[in-house]
């Protein structure tokens, strides 16, 4: 079952709290976007976007890249984090010092000090990809929490619980919106509705994600 958090997709102010420990810090971004987004192109430069395989041997709908100490890949192999990019062989990018210090930030304000990202996982999703519902437990240390940056088109964050089949909450996630969550939140299933149509300024027909995390 699905409920919508919101009835419209009016940009919000402030914080809306999803659970104990996980926000939406609304807006929280839009300071960084203008070293985000050149920080973006020099990781693609390096490592380039890619549609990578589920285990079952599926094309995944979102693109993807990282930077950072670690890159998540996904293969027949299995979900799992890797020092090397794939592709090439070499070490992923390095993390942006902005993309880290949005992270710490933005845990801080919804209450987790000293975190320090060692990944960064970048989705880019075109109309129609989509995200099904996951946890996030591929990473070692699960009292860490995640840090999830939204640009560009909008897009629905769906929040469910700690099973599956919970019911699953309709969350509208605008151009700068952050979204932290950890503690008795951090394996909460999650994921993105097919993108809708439309055009944004910075990112065009697209939205960018970045999700950071303590990997290693």
Not at 15 to 32: D, I
Not at 48 to 71: E, I, K
Not at 148 to 154: I, M, N
Not at 192 to 210: S, V, Y
């Amino acid at each position: 079952m699905t409920t919508d958090l919101f009835t419209d997709d009016t940009p919000q102010t402030g914080a809306t709290r999803l659970g104990p420990q996980a926000q939406v810090l609304r807006g929280f971004a839009l300071p960084w976007v203008d070293v985000l987004w050149p920080a973006l192109q020099t990781v693609v430069a390096q490592a380039p976007w890619r549609h990578m395989q589920t285990p079952g041997g599926q094309r995944m709908s979102v693109a993807l890249t990282n930077c950072g100490a670690l890159g998540w890949v996904s293969d027949r192999r299995g979900y799992r984090y890797s020092a090397l990019d794939p592709d090439s062989g070499q070490p992923w990018p390095p993390l942006p010092a902005p993309f880290a210090d949005l992270a710490t930030q933005a845990a801080a304000a919804a209450g987790f000090d000293g975190f320090t990202p060692d990944a960064c996982l970048i989705n880019r999703y075109a109309p129609g990809a989509r995200m099904g519902l996951h946890q996030d437990r591929d990473e070692r240390d699960l009292a860490q929490p995640i840090v999830s940056v939204s640009l560009g088109l909008p897009a629905v964050f769906l929040w469910g619980g700690l099973r599956r089949a919970d019911r699953t909450v309709r969350v509208p996630l605008l151009h700068g919106d952050v979204v932290v969550w950890g503690g008795v939140d951090r394996l909460r299933f999650h994921g993105i509705a097919p993108l809708p149509e439309g055009h944004h300024p910075l990112t065009g027909a697209q939205r960018i994600n970045f999700t950071l995390r303590r990997a290693g």
